[in-house]
């Protein structure tokens, strides 16, 4: 099973190009929920984030979060509002 602190880690390495900070940096990660071998994540972008690229660090996050030892499944949304 994941524990939250290698989540942690493997969102702090999702950088935003637009902002030259760690989405954890920019205070995005709302929440973190994981279950068994499954990973959730919500985004929520800051007000200065142009769509559609939160869904691009959204994108990036999962991937990181895959390369997590014992992760079968990972979620991340993304909220606009």
Do not use: Q, T, W
Request: a neutral charge.
């Amino acid at each position: 099973m994941p524990r939250f602190d290698e989540v942690g880690e493997a969102l702090s390495k999702v950088i935003s190009i637009m902002h030259s900070k760690s989405i954890v940096e920019l205070d995005m990660v709302e929440a973190v929920n994981i279950d068994g071998n499954s990973v959730y994540v919500k985004l929520r972008p800051p007000e200065n984030c142009l769509c559609p690229y939160p869904f691009f660090l959204a994108a990036l996050a999962e991937k990181r979060i895959k390369k997590i030892e014992n992760v079968d499944k990972v979620r991340v949304d993304v909220i606009l509002k």
